[in-house]
């Protein structure tokens, strides 16, 4: 069946540090991927996504190039601040139903 | 638009007690799902529905019932609780296709089983 793989976590930074977290995804088909964000006590919310090979999707600040060959999605962020802290969960569909496959999520820790 | 809403936001059960966790969508999805979050483990489907009168089977099912009688509406029902359903509860709605397969999260719901 379809997965999402995310590295392990958690990832403190200082503020103004370049981010990097991996996506990789294994799925039937050419699956949509999406980057969701949870800020403390809330549920989460779309960040960006791409739903084809080449893709780059993207949204205050954040990246994410869609790429076919490695099967993955990494989320990017040249210049993180206090608020970017938050759980970050890749997700992927084929588009059946629209259910999605979570990775576990990361947590990210942005210090002053 | 409200969005996705849910009701309660905390709740603590005893063993063996039941409960409804409501959840409400005012954006005419056809789409809705109920999702469980435990710490590390990301979100396992618990059930879905593509449709008012449909609903099917996610991959953590057991434990739990639902129903879809509106397409507003996506109750799910926890008739025996047991710690083992000590979780942070997120509905979701979706467009389908037609929105892109984005989802829409609820604020969740804390479940304490003792």
């Known amino acids: 069946g379809d997965s999402v793989t995310q590295m392990e976590g958690p990832v403190t930074l200082s503020e103004e540090a370049f981010l990097t977290i991996n996506c990789t995804y294994t799925?039937?088909?050419?699956?949509?991927l999406f980057w969701y964000v949870q800020y403390p006590g809330e549920g989460l919310q779309l960040l960006l996504k791409a739903t084809k090979a080449d893709d780059k999707g993207s949204n205050k600040g954040f990246e994410a190039t869609y790429r076919k060959e490695t099967t993955s999605f990494h989320l990017e962020k040249g210049s993180v601040q206090v608020s970017d802290s938050a759980v970050y969960f890749c997700?992927?569909?084929?588009?059946?139903?629209?259910?999605?496959?979570f990775g576990k999520g990361i947590t990210l820790s942005v210090r002053p | 638009n409200a969005g996705v809403t849910q009701t309660p936001k905390f709740r603590i059960l005893k063993i063996g007690q039941s409960m409804t966790l409501q959840c409400a969508q005012d954006m005419n999805h056809n789409y809705m799902y109920w999702y469980r979050q435990d710490p590390g483990m990301g979100l396992k489907l618990i059930y879905y529905s593509v449709g008012a009168g449909i609903t099917d089977k996610g991959e953590v099912p057991n434990g739990y019932n639902v129903s879809r009688s509106t397409t507003e509406d996506f109750p799910l029902r926890l008739e025996l609780a047991a710690p083992s359903q000590t979780s942070v509860y997120f509905c979701a709605s979706s467009l389908g296709l037609a929105g892109g397969n984005e989802q829409f999260f609820g604020p969740g719901t804390r479940l304490t089983v003792l």
């Open positions: 997700a992927s569909t084929t588009g059946a139903n629209s259910k999605l496959t």
């Open positions: 799925a039937t088909g050419y699956p949509s």
